[in-house]
DNA sequence: GATGAATGAGCCTTCATTCAT
DNA sequence: CATGAATGAAGGCTCATTCAT
C-alpha cells in the first residue's frame, strides 16, 4: 500500500525504486535491507521514499505483493484445469509452474521465500494477515478431493500431506534460486526439470494407493 | 574457533557469555545479532568480547559449531546402528533423535536452522567450509545401500532423494521451534512423534518398492 | 497574516485548515509543530499551505491572534463596565470570563498559554510586538484608578501588583487547562468557580487597605 | 541516572558535556533540545553519549536531577529554620533563596522552569515520579501550621493558598531569568530583592487576619 | 490558484570494532 | 587479561521549504 505520491511517480521512476527495492529485499532479510541504501541506489532523496511509502514495512508489504501477484499469474491456467487433472499432475504442474515462476522472477522469488524464513512470527502474522495458511489449506483441499475420487492413499493424513508439499515446493524454489545466484553451477532448464520430475516420482509413490 | 584467552576463562564466566551469544543467535539472524547486547547481558565488558573473539563472525561459527557437536550427541546412537537397521527405520530414528535434540536445545537447534536460511551463499560457504554437502552425502550413501539391499525402489534418484530427506527434516525442526515459541498451540510430545510418524509413512511409501 | 490567497478560500477549507493548525498548535510548543502534520490532517496539499502563509511562523500569528481575538470578545463586555465596579469586582469579572473562555476554547486558551511559555524571548517580541505588556499596562492603570478611589492599599506597589494579577491568572488558566485534558480529575464547573472565588478573596485581601 | 561510563569520566570531560547540555536544554524545550547538538558542541562523539546516558530522555532527567539539588542547597538553611520563623517570613526566605538560586545558576533554574512548562502531562509524571505534588504539598503543611497558630487567617483555603504561593514563587522566577537573559533590563540585585519584597507584601496582606 | 513531488538537513539511536590502561 | 572509553558510519524517519506544472 503505497501512498498515492507513489502510484502517480512517472514510470520509469516508479520502476527504478520498486527494482531497486526488489534487489535489496531479495539480498537481505527484512531486518537488515535498508532504505538508505535503496534511495541511493536509485538515485532518490531518502525522504523521497517516505513520500511514497508510509515506512519500510510499508514498501516490504508492497513488494511482497507484488511478487504473490506475479506468481499467481503463473499459477492461474492451472488453477483452473483443477478438475480435470489428476491428482499428482496438478501438484506436478504447480510445482513447474512455480519454478518457472522463480527462474523468470528469481528476485521477486527470493523475497517470498525469504519472507517465509523470518524468524518472528509476530511479523510474518501482521504482513501476511491470514494468508499465511491459505497455501496449506488448498492443498489440504485438494488432498480430500483425491481421495474422495479414489485417487491417493486414504490412509494418508491430510494436513501432513499439505505441510510435505509446501515444504517441498518451497525447497525446490529455494535450491533453483541459490544454484542461479552461483552460476557456476546453473542447471539448464532440462536438467531442472528433469529433477523437478525425479522428486514429483518420489511424491507420486508417496501418496498413491 | 575462539582465541586461547576465552578457553583459559573459569568455567562459569565461559558459560554466562555462551549462553548469552546462544539466545541471541537463536532470536536473531547473524547480522542483526549484536554483539553489543550480547557483552551488556552476559555482564562482560565489549571489549573483552573482542579478547575472547576475532570478531562477530568468529564467534558465530563457534556456536554454530557447539549446536553441531550438540546435535552430534543425540545422532550418534543411531548412527552406530546404521547397519542392522531397514532404511526407513533409520530415517525415522534420525528425524525423531533430530526432533528430540531441537526439543531439548530449541535455541540451539534454532540457530542452526537460522544459519540454513541465511542468503549470502558466500558467507554460509565460508562458516560451512565443506560440510554443508555432507549432510546430503549421507543420507546419499545411505540411499545407496538401501538400493543394493533391495530395500527401496531402485528407479529413486539417489541426490534428488537425500536432498528430499534433507529438506523434509529441516523442515520438521523448524515447525516444532516455531510452535515452541508459540506456546499457545504447543502440541504434546505424543502428538508431535504422531505426526513424525505421518510423515515418515508418506517417506516410505515414496521411497518403497 | 495570512496571503489573500488563504482569504479567498472558501469557507469551509479555510476553517479545516485552521481547526487543524489549532488542534496542532495547542498541543505542541513552536518548534515541535509540524506543518507537515497540519496539511495532512486538513487534506490540503503541502504546497498550498506555503500559498497560503508565508511559513511556519506566519501561520502560527494568525492562530495566535485568532485566539486573542476571541478571548477579547470574552472580556469586552465587562472592559465596557470597568468603570462602574470596585476593582476586585472587575479582576474578579476578568478571571471569571478568562476561564470562561478558556473552558468554551481549551484549545485556542491553550495555544495563548504556550506561547506565554516560549523561551526565546527575542521570538516572542517578534512575535507580539509590543502588545506583550498591554496586558501588565492595562492592570497598572486599573491599579492606579483603584488608588485614587481609595478602594486598595496606596502602599502597594503598581507595577508589582500588575505584575501578581496577570500572573495568578495565567497560572489558573493553566490549571483549568490541564484539568480539562486529564478529565480523570476534571472538577465541575461550580468547584472551578469556587477555587477562582478563594483565590480572589486572597487576593482581595492583599490589595485592600 | 547517566551510566557508570559517564560517572567514570575525567573531570573535565564530564563537565564539558553536563555544561553544554545544560546549557542546550535551558534554552530548548526537552522536545526540541538535541543530542546531536550537545555532541557537537561538546566536541564529543555522538555515539558517545549513548555509552553514558540511556537516552535523551536520561540525560534530561539527570540535568533535572542537578538543578533540583542544587535548589536544594540553597534552601536547605531556611528549611531548618522553619519552626522559629512566622509563616510569611519562611514564604519570604524561601522567595529570596528560589531568587538567588536563579540568579547565581541561571541556566539550572531555566530548565527547571522550562520542565514546568512542558504541556505533556504524561511525560512530566513519568520524569517526576511523585514529586510533582511535593512542593505544593509542603506549602499546605505550612499554611496549616500557621493557621493552627492564629498567623494568618483561618478562612483561607489551604490548597488555593498553596497554589498561589507556588505559582509566584514560578512567576517570579520566570520574570527573573527573562530578564537576566536580556542584558539590557537587568535590575540590580537590590532593585530585585526590592520588588519581592513587594510582592510579599501583597502576599502577607493577602494571608494575614 | 492548487498541487504534489523533491529534497537535504537533521533527529535519535545502535553497532562493530579499536585501543590505551 | 580485563576493561571501558571512543568513535564514525549507518539506519529509520520527519520536517520546512521550494518549485514546476
Redesign the pocket.
Known amino acids: 500500500m503505497p ?8 514510470l520509469e ?1 516508479r520502476n527504478r525504486i520498486l527494482e531497486t527495492a526488489i534487489d535489496e529485499f531479495s539480498q537481505n532479510s527484512f531486518a537488515s ?6 534511495a ?1 541506489k536509485a ?17 516490504y508489504k508492497y513488494i511482497l505483493e507484488i511478487s504473490a501477484q506475479k506468481k499467481q499469474e503463473y499459477l492461474i491456467d492451472c488453477l483452473h484445469s483443477l478438475e480435470h487433472l489428476y491428482f499428482i499432475d496438478v501438484i506436478k504442474e504447480l510445482y513447474i509452474k512455480g519454478l518457472e515462476f522463480a527462474s523468470d522472477n528469481p528476485k521477486l522469488a527470493g523475497i517470498a521465500n525469504n519472507f517465509l524464513k523470518e524468524n518472528d512470527m509476530k511479523f510474518k502474522k501482521e504482513i501476511m494477515g491470514i494468508s499465511i495458511e491459505k497455501s496449506n489449506q488448498f492443498f489440504e483441499i485438494l488432498i480430500e478431493k483425491a481421495k474422495e475420487k479414489g485417487e491417493i492413499n486414504p490412509k494418508i493424513d491430510t494436513r501432513v500431506g499439505a505441510y510435505i508439499i509446501t515444504s517441498l515446493n518451497t525447497s525446490v524454489i529455494d535450491y533453483l534460486l541459490s544454484y542461479m545466484q552461483y552460476e557456476e553451477l546453473l542447471q539448464s532448464k532440462d536438467e531442472l526439470m528433469d529433477n523437478v520430475g525425479k522428486i514429483l516420482f518420489i511424491i507420486e509413490n508417496g501418496f498413491k494407493k
Open positions: 501512498k498515492q505520491t507513489f502510484l502517480n511517480l512517472p521512476r535491507a535498508s532504505i538508505s541504501k535503496i541511493a538515485d532518490v532523496a531518502k525522504g523521497s521514499m517516505y513520500q511514497y511509502f508510509e515506512n519500510k514495512k510499508d514498501l
